[in-house]
């Protein structure tokens, strides 16, 4: 997929000496000076606005900060020396970047009232700006974990009648359908039907891409359909986009971003071809070996075209009748009545092969 950029927002870190929050790219404590430190995680607010300021968009297009190898001050993407003691950036270690922060919320901060003076606070402050009192409530109390019933075991038993059970099956299938025995048969009588289909030039309807229509094909109607899809934005393409989200730029920024997809749309056609098409069937049948095709009176734009046989014997054994089907002709001329076969019976009395 495709990622589109939103814009940029302001991420924020907590002091782990004094608790107070602050602005990402602030390098020093507000609460009590401490520096930032290098391993500090950076984190978005519950609620956040995309910058519009130029200097601080600037500012967060820049990339991930450097923390200097000698005294560790974080110095902004691009200085050469550190700010703090000048020395030479070129061994600094820069800010890992790349870390999706969290989703996308616009809007604006939300407001906590302080517990003890009642002042307004935005909510990722962890203290008072006009008391210093605590904003934390206390902590939550501890749900018991609920107690999950574990599914029943099937006991060693019951697996090994189940087993006995599918084994029975599979050996019942086996004999019913695959066993076979070989008894000898007499060819009581046989019949034979042969057909063939008649063909005729007529307009046949198909459906298919615009792009995709034969040069001799007449178009009925067409309708854009979803053809595919592709991540590169394309004229005409419809966009659809996932849950826009933040990516830390190792600056005390995120860039927002969303994944998107493009769906493209073509014009799905449905449209006619003349072209030979079965239109009716000639069929013959008889009860000897002289199977023969129909050969039906055909009109000038008419012709003969796939055919199809099928041939019947009957048998007798042993006091049971036995019908065997095929499509092959050669066996079939040599079931003269009265001679005799050697078939193979399934269990509930299907001739499987016979052979004279």
């Known amino acids: 997929m495709a990622k589109k950029k939103i814009g940029y927002i302001e991420l924020h870190w907590k002091c782990l000496n004094c608790g107070t929050i602050n602005p990402g790219p602030e390098k020093i404590c507000k609460g009590c000076a401490a520096p930032q430190p290098p391993d500090v ?17 600037k500012q967060a297009q820049a990339g991930a900060d450097i923390h200097c190898a000698y005294c560790g001050t974080r110095n902004p993407a691009g200085a050469a020396r550190c700010s703090q003691c000048k020395a030479d950036l070129t061994e600094g270690k820069q800010r890992q970047a790349g870390k ?7 809007g604006p901060q939300q407001m906590q009232a302080c517990p ?14 006009q008391c210093g009192g605590s904003l934390k409530a206390g902590p939550p109390e501890k749900k018991q974990p609920e107690q999950q019933t574990a599914p029943a075991k099937l006991k060693p038993g019951v697996l090994a009648v189940i087993g006995l059970v599918l084994i029975a099956a599979c050996l019942g299938m086996y004999f019913l359908f695959f066993r076979t025995s070989a008894v000898q048969g007499t060819v009581t009588d046989v019949r034979w039907e042969r057909a063939v ?11 298919d891409w615009w792009d995709e229509i034969p040069v001799e094909g007449e178009v009925i109607t067409c309708s854009l359909e979803a053809r595919g899809e592709t991540d590169v934005p394309t004229e005409g393409a419809q966009e659809i986009c996932g849950t826009p989200y933040s990516i830390d730029t190792g600056g005390g920024f995120a860039e927002v971003v969303e994944d998107c997809t493009y769906i493209i749309y073509d014009d799905y056609c449905t449209y006619t071809l003349w ?3 079965a239109v009716e069937s000639a069929t013959v049948s008889g009860d000897d070996l002289m199977a023969f095709w129909p050969d039906p009176d055909l009109a000038s734009d008419q012709r003969l075209g796939a055919g199809s046989e099928t041939y019947f014997i009957s048998f007798e054994a042993d006091g049971q009748k036995y019908l065997y089907q095929t499509e092959d002709y050669q066996l079939f001329t040599l079931a003269v009545p009265g001679s005799r076969w050697e078939l193979e019976i399934n269990s509930i009395g299907g001739v499987q092969s016979a052979r004279p």
Do not use: M
Request: glycine share 4%; hydrophobic share 35%.
């Open 41 to 57: 995680e950076f984190f978005q607010p519950s609620r956040q606005e995309l910058i519009a300021d130029e200097e601080r968009l």
């Open 116 to 129: 003890h003076c009642g002042a307004e606070n935005p909510e990722t402050q962890s203290r008072c700006r």
């Open 197 to 207: 289909v008649i063909e005729q030039v007529v307009q046949v309807r198909y459906q």
């Open 100 to 106: 999706v922060v969290g989703a996308f919320r616009k």
């Open 275 to 277: 072209e030979w098409a």
